[in-house]
């Protein structure tokens, strides 16, 4: 079958680096995509890595290496607002999306 | 402005009854998916289609039902064969191609359905 394995929560303070680390199972894996939901709304795309190495998107940044079917998140400079779930999705060959169980971040004065 | 639309945002149903719930896009969008959100937890596939006339079961299908007669709607029904059927659904589209496009998902607001 197809999972994708992320941890459940991680709590740091506004200013720091929080890294969410996302392990991956898909038959005929395409690329690794990356959401923000906050509470009660609907999930927006952050980054996604279809090779190997690192894709840069203002604060955050997501790596991909495809040969350790793993990939992770980085937010940087952490702001309150930065408060949320983040779900790490899977897309195969077939256009197929398939989501982690999503990692809560809180971030703390 | 593009976006995809779904309705009703709140849902309340009896035990018993099949619910229709609405997704339109108007992003040109050749890829739709209903996606089915429990609380604390992630997104589980319930359906997905690529192309007009054609869908594709998901991880969680029974009980639902779907069908793909435009390129801009896909409705998702949920039957009364769906023992637990309350919770967050949330439609998305993709280019065709999504994995070469960019890799981007577009959600709905999303439907609230609570069974009574």
């Known amino acids: 079958g197809q999972s994708l394995e992320q941890p459940s929560e991680v709590t740091a303070v506004e200013g720091a680096i929080v890294q969410i680390n996302c392990t991956y199972q898909?038959?005929?894996?395409?690329?690794l995509s990356w959401y923000q939901q906050h509470d009660g709304g609907a999930p927006t795309f952050l980054s996604y890595?279809?090779?190997?190495g690192l894709e840069e998107t203002g604060r955050f940044s997501s790596f991909l290496s495809r040969s350790d079917s793993y990939g992770y998140l980085l937010l940087q400079e952490l702001q309150m607002k930065d408060s949320a779930s983040y779900f790490c999705?899977?897309?195969?060959?077939?256009?197929?999306?398939?989501f982690g169980a999503g990692t809560q971040v809180v971030v703390t004065p | 402005d593009g976006g995809i639309t779904q309705s009703p945002k709140y849902l309340f149903r009896k035990e018993g009854q099949n619910v229709t719930l609405s997704c339109e896009q108007n992003?040109?969008?050749?890829?739709m998916y209903w996606y089915r959100q429990d609380p604390g937890q992630g997104l589980r596939l319930i359906y997905y289609?690529?192309?007009?006339?054609?869908?594709q079961k998901g991880d969680i299908a029974e009980g639902y039902s779907v069908s793909r007669e435009k390129k801009e709607s896909f409705p998702l029904t949920v039957t009364s064969a769906q023992k637990n059927p309350t919770a967050f659904y949330l439609c998305?589209?993709?280019?065709?191609?999504?994995?070469?496009?960019?890799?981007?998902?577009?959600f709905g607001e999303g439907s609230r359905l609570t069974v009574l």
């Open positions: 898909t038959s005929g894996f395409y690329g």
């Open positions: 999705a899977s897309t195969d060959s077939w256009g197929k999306f398939q």
């Open positions: 992003l040109n969008h050749d890829a």
């Open positions: 289609s690529q192309i007009v006339n054609d869908f």
């Open positions: 890595n279809a090779l190997d």
């Open positions: 998305a589209s993709s280019p065709r191609l999504a994995g070469v496009a960019g890799g981007e998902l577009f």
